[in-house]
């Protein structure tokens, strides 16, 4: 190794920009993602095997879902709860866990102490968070279309409705993963305090039972949270306009945006690049 | 010893003070490392060597003191200084997916400078483990990686924190070499041990650090002053053993062979820089030094 530069040109040299090292850091990321096992069978592949497994279990000889006054075979009913799941997995709960691991792990201590400015890092995680959760769906899309036979909407105003839901509903899960990974009390318990959050709330958010049937108190239990509020609006997508109206859809995007804000404050308070142990 | 930033040191601390709760870590520390120095902080388990090093790294904020490090205060320095430090932390468990080669490559792209990220693998020893995962390299491998994302933004000062804890003797040995080929490079390293042979073999100056302060400091050498480098002449003579401490036992030896046709129980003791160091530690009352454990020299 020698010093070919002198010191003078080498600080005199420009600082790479936080966009550039934010997506440098989303290609790493993202390569380093599906590298763990576990993340991408928990996180990726989830969604697409319980969409297949309850559609193939409930939707038995065309069997159907009734909701408000028309019937819906059972995959058409399931997947805007599995596609809401899905954002959840991707944003909330690899955020909440990876970001908790590097933590305990020193990576983030790691991170701290090189020039990598924060907006980059964040960057880097919502575009990892993005690119997984993007390839995910439509990975979902596909198997439901070709699979079940799950119609998909045709007019651009549809899928315009989507593409908001989704954006909104992934910044929050990821704002309020940020918030959420200073809560475990190692990287080793992240895992075992995040999923069963994301599981219950998938069982009172209708995910896996008609909205319907649920009792009226987790119902409300239910509403305070996002999920629920997710599926709602992917189900203003893929079900047929009786089931979700103009009003639900309203209150979805209030009450995202409340988690989004919510996330945003808490997230941006507690958030440690070092151990709560590491003085 | 080359300087590069001319005779601004790289590093300025006085008074420096830091408390938890009860507990006083740093409690009036000074400390001054010339550009291109390489100085070793020696001391025991809690006398506020990580502390003080954090706080130089920018990661802790002092109670009180002057610091400086390259001309700004860690705490309120920016991006540009972060580019010309390279830390290296104690025992890090992260980054165990990715190869050595994508995480140079990586960690090089954050700096305005970078070294070119193959000389940085070659010149850390991973050559043939450039496509091996984090995850599956040994101890000593991890630590030379974490030493290659520590220089490859060609930092002008490098921490380096306990970076041989647990290698074996061949392993310590080969990053001693590493840690020489950056002395050539004229970077200058604080460097904390607690491993009195790598602050011997390493640093130009050792500073040993005790209950948050600055106990002594010296080159390895002459460390805890002449009287405690003496050497200790020792004999038994009318059943009853005695003792000389002398710069010339040389001479010593030779006045005793006169007298003597065989000196009985002849010792010459030399007080290693551990006997030194646990002298120290001791405290200022016990004369510094007393070769309790010492390499004993063969006499002709």
Redesign the interface.
């Known amino acids: ?3 070919t ?1 002198a ?1 003078t ?3 005199a ?4 920009g936080p966009l550039a ?1 934010g997506l ?1 850091r989303a290609r ?1 990321e993202v ?2 993602f599906f ?2 096992r576990d993340a991408v069978v928990f996180i990726f592949a989830y969604p697409v095997i319980m969409m297949g497994i309850f559609a193939a279990v409930f939707g038995q000889d065309g069997a159907t879902v009734p909701a408000g006054d028309v019937e819906i075979p059972f995959a058409q009913y399931f997947l805007p709860g599995m596609i809401a799941t899905g954002v959840m997995l991707s944003s909330f709960q690899a955020l909440a866990i990876a970001i908790s691991v ?1 933590r305990d ?3 983030l ?2 991170l ?6 924060a907006s980059a890092f964040f960057v880097g995680k919502i575009g990892q968070v993005l690119g997984t959760g993007l390839a995910q769906t439509a990975i979902l899309l596909v198997f439901a279309a070709t699979a079940f036979d799950v119609p998909m909407p045709s007019d651009v105003s549809t899928w315009a409705t989507f593409a908001w839901v989704y954006l909104l509903g992934t910044a929050a899960g990821a704002v309020c993963g940020v918030a959420f990974s200073s809560v475990p009390r190692s990287g080793r318990s992240a895992s075992a305090v995040v999923t069963p959050i994301v599981l219950i709330l998938q069982f009172i958010s209708g995910v896996f039972f008609a909205w319907d049937s649920l009792p009226s108190w987790m119902q409300q239990v239910a509403s305070v949270f996002p999920l629920r509020w997710l599926v709602e609006g992917m189900q203003a997508v893929f079900l047929p306009p009786q089931v979700t109206g103009d009003a639900e859809l309203v209150t979805t995007a209030l009450v995202l945006g409340a988690w989004l804000v919510g996330g945003l404050v808490v997230g941006a308070r507690s958030f440690r ?2 151990r709560r142990d590491d ?1 | 010893m080359t300087t ?2 001319g005779t601004a040191p790289a590093i300025e601390v006085a008074g420096l003070r830091k408390r ?1 709760g009860q507990k006083q870590a740093v409690d009036g520390l000074d400390l001054q490392v010339a550009a291109g120095e390489i100085v070793a902080i020696l001391g025991p388990n809690g006398a506020g060597k990580t ?1 003080t090093v ?1 706080i130089l ?4 904020h002092r109670d009180d003191g002057h610091v400086r490090v390259l001309g700004e205060d860690p705490q309120t320095a920016g ?2 200084w ?4 390279g ?1 290296v ?1 104690q ?8 190869s050595v080669g ?1 995480l140079v490559r ?2 090089s ?5 970078p ?1 070119d990220p193959d ?2 693998i070659d ?1 850390v020893g991973l050559r043939e483990k450039v496509r091996v ?1 984090a995850r599956q390299l040994s101890g000593g491998q991890r630590r030379r990686l974490d030493v290659a ?1 520590g220089i490859v ?2 930092p ?1 000062l490098v921490f380096l924190d306990e970076p041989t804890t647990g290698f074996d003797p061949q392993a310590r040995r080969s990053f001693w070499d590493l840690v020489e ?2 002395r050539t ?2 970077t200058t390293i604080l460097l904390t041990t607690h491993y009195l042979e790598e602050a011997e073999r390493l640093a130009d100056r050792v500073v040993v650090v005790a209950d948050g302060r600055v106990v002594a400091e010296g080159t390895p050498d002459d460390l805890g002053g002449r009287g405690a480098r003496q050497a200790v002449v020792r004999w038994v003579e009318d059943g009853a053993v005695r003792e000389v401490r002398t710069d010339t036992p040389t001479r010593t030896v030779a006045e005793l062979a006169a007298r003597f046709d065989e000196v009985p129980e002849l010792q010459v003791l030399r007080p290693t820089l551990e006997d030194v160091y646990l002298g120290l530690l001791q405290g200022a009352t016990a004369p510094a030094g007393e070769p309790t454990d010492a390499k004993q020299e063969a006499l002709r």
């Open positions: 190794m020698t010093t530069t010191p040109t080498a600080t040299r420009r600082l790479p090292l440098e790493y390569r380093v590298r763990e590097e792990e020193g990576g201590k790691r701290r102490g090189t020039p990598l400015p690049w070092r003085g | 590069r930033h938890y502390t954090e790294e920018g990661y802790r991006r540009a972060r580019a010309r430090i830390v932390l025992g890090t468990n992260d980054l165990a997916e990715a994508e990586h960690f792209r954050f700096y305005p400078d070294r000389e940085v010149a995962r994302l933004g060609r002008d080929s950056l490079d004229g």
